[in-house]
DNA sequence: TTATGATATACCTATTTTAGTATATACTGT
DNA sequence: ACAGTATATACTAAAATAGGTATATCATAA
């Protein structure tokens, strides 16, 4: 993996936020349309070009598709993602606001609809 | 200044040899053209770009423009090139040969052309 | 087997980015 | 004022990227 394929990706803020939210543990897409707030199309076609250059997997659950950040994660995506969660500008404020929303999302899913993916809400401290 | 646009820049292998050159001092743009191998227009247009988002500051020596990193060198950027320093893949040599390529070019201007402009070659070590 | 929910892909258009050529500017030395 | 060197800008064509709509796939449940 180059790391300008990698650049490319967390240049686009929508892309940068998906991997962010990934760090945070595995997401299925809905929910990563839902905190993000773009169509599901769009969601689906950036997770394709995350995934299409490794930075991501992904595995079926039922209906559900599970995305995770690749292991072990790309030290140049971990060097930056740690940058970002501890600086101070709009973007770095919005990775963090996005992690709390993926909290709130999950406490709720798993109260909610007991039928949620399991990669995304068994292993959450929140369950 | 947005990450964004900082991952831009680095995402296009040229202008991120230019910063990492930069980052080992100033340097003109007819020395980037010879280091980096690309055409006079190319170099310039680069250059213009990370100048107009803050990432470059310049100064007139006669007829050349010296061109430096912005001081202090952003933080992302920072952790970057760093990073890609000590990390080992194809992009990240190339970032090790041109300021090995840097050093040699300055050494040969010195020797060969005393007039060269002094905020690229006076400060050096090589000096 | 059919309907539904979740996701992916195809296709088209609009926008942005890149690359190249030509030309302009700015300074220096004569 | 003129020629030469270094650099910047204008303009255009080509390529890559993004965005939207429609449609396809795939699994589930009735």
Redesign the pocket.
Known sequence: MEASEIY?CIA?PQRLRILNLLDGGSL???HLQTIIDI????A??Q??IMKQIGLLE?H?E????VYSLAQPVHGLLRVNLDYLLQADCSECNQLQCDLLARKQLIQQITQDSPDCPTAVCAPQPCC
């Open positions: 490319k686009d299925c897409v809905c169509p599901q199309v769009k689906s076609k997770l394709a992904s079926r039922g209906t559900w598709m």
